[in-house]
Structure formats: structure tokens, C-alpha cells
């Protein structure tokens, strides 16, 4: 049974950062396309970052609204994939999710991802 548990949301203020965690069972995190969704209230579920690392190397999709700002990392040896998310702004505020695609990264959109966490809520406040 393949479950994504994600933690490491909360509040903060603008120009603050959080470290987003998302522990994987039932799957391996290395070789399969692993992502970051968001979603705020009232909004489609977007993409904020794909990638797939293979061998040490990374192979990423930055969302434009993160570039610079947020970067990924994961541990494979504890099945963990990491969100640093830098110099928040107050339209970062939603509920992240993490998800895992079965196969090679393609495009950025939650309806090509097969799992998904329950999400934790990262709220930034101005």
C-alpha cells in the first residue's frame, strides 16, 4: 500500500522560510517522479515542482511562481522527499501536497500523479 505523509507546514511571515517533509512507504523515491502540489481556497490544485532523480542525478521542473525560492531534496535511504521554501510571500499560502507518478516526470498537473499525501498547510502571512 503506497502512502505520502507530508509535515513541516505552520505560519509565518512574509520573507520567512519552512522545510515541507513528506515520508513515502509503499514506493521508492528514486527513479519515479516525485512532486509538490499546492492548493488555496477557492483555486485548482497547481504544480509547484516535479523531478526525478536517477543515480544522484536530479532531473527538475520549477513552477515559475518558485523559481529561485523553493528547491527539493530527498533522503532515498528514509523514502523522503524535502521542499525548502525560501522568502515566502503571503500567495503562498495553501495546503501542499505530495504526490508520485509512476513512471518518468511529464508535465506539471496533478492529474498525472497516482498518489498523494493528505497535504499540510502552510499559511504566510504579510
Known amino acids: 500500500q503506497v502512502q505520502l505523509v507530508e509535515s513541516g507546514g505552520g505560519s509565518v511571515q512574509a520573507g520567512g522560510s519552512l522545510r515541507l517533509s513528506c515520508v513515502v512507504s509503499?514506493?521508492?523515491?528514486?527513479?519515479?517522479?516525485m512532486g509538490w502540489f499546492r492548493q488555496a481556497p477557492g483555486k485548482e490544485r497547481e504544480g509547484v515542482v516535479h523531478?526525478?532523480?536517477?543515480?544522484?542525478?536530479?532531473?527538475?521542473y520549477y513552477a515559475d511562481s518558485v523559481k529561485g525560492r523553493f528547491t527539493i531534496s530527498q533522503d532515498n535511504a528514509k523514502n523522503t522527499v524535502y521542499l525548502q521554501m525560501n522568502n515566502l510571500q503571503p500567495e503562498d499560502t495553501a495546503m501542499y501536497y505530495c504526490?508520485?507518478?509512476?513512471?518518468?516526470?511529464?508535465?506539471?498537473?496533478?492529474?498525472?500523479?497516482?498518489?498523494w499525501g493528505r497535504g499540510t498547510q502552510v499559511t504566510v502571512s504579510s
Open positions: 504526490a508520485v507518478r509512476s513512471r518518468s516526470c511529464r508535465n506539471l498537473l496533478s492529474s498525472e500523479f497516482n498518489y
Open positions: 509503499g514506493y521508492t523515491t528514486s527513479d519515479n517522479c
Open positions: 523531478w526525478r532523480e536517477s543515480d544522484g542525478t536530479y532531473y527538475i
